[in-house]
């Protein structure tokens, strides 16, 4: 008899077999979650979501849950006694509210770790959420396009 399998990771498609989608996954890891974190891991996507609803959601280095607009906004990893969202240029975003609270000494991502029983300030997240949607975007518009290559001197 084959035994169960539980979790994402041992999951892998057939040949010939759709993968499931990022979105699916996430639902699946929450649900297998079955606690505190996987509340926690709904809620914030929820939060996400309403922030930005064009957000896209992805599945990242086997089994990350990822959440992008034009570049990645932020990551939810699940741990013991955390829920972590590391925003990938959490840095050059203003903070005012103080959610930032881990990986603090880096000069590109910032983190917010959830423990059980913390309240969310669900509308500093949203704002930013929204403000890693605004740098994600106008670093794309600002962006300059790339130069032609030069063309060799003539004799």
């Known amino acids: 008899m084959k035994k169960a ?3 994402m990771e041992q999951r892998r498609p057939k040949k010939g077999e759709q ?3 990022p979105s699916r996954l996430i639902d699946a890891r929450i649900k297998t979650l079955s606690d ?3 509340e926690t891991l709904a809620r914030v996507r929820t ?9 896209v959601e992805e599945w990242k280095w086997r ?3 990822v959440w992008s607009h034009a570049g990645i906004i932020c990551t939810g990893e699940t741990y013991k006694s955390v829920v972590k969202l590391t925003f990938a240029k959490g840095a050059a975003l203003y903070d005012p509210s103080g959610l930032f609270n881990a990986s ?8 917010i770790d959830i423990h059980e029983g ?3 300030d669900e509308k500093a997240l949203k704002a930013l959420i929204r403000a890693a949607v605004e740098l994600n975007t106008s670093a794309r518009s600002s962006a300059r396009p790339a130069r032609s290559p030069k063309k060799p001197k003539s004799p």
């Open 118 to 120: 913390d309240e969310i």
């Open 36 to 38: 505190w974190r996987g």
């Open 63 to 65: 089994g990350v849950p």
């Open 19 to 21: 993968e499931d989608s």
């Open 5 to 7: 399998i539980t979790t």
């Open 104 to 111: 603090l000494e880096g000069s590109t991502r910032r983190a």
């Open 47 to 55: 939060l996400i979501k309403q922030a930005d609803p064009e957000v």
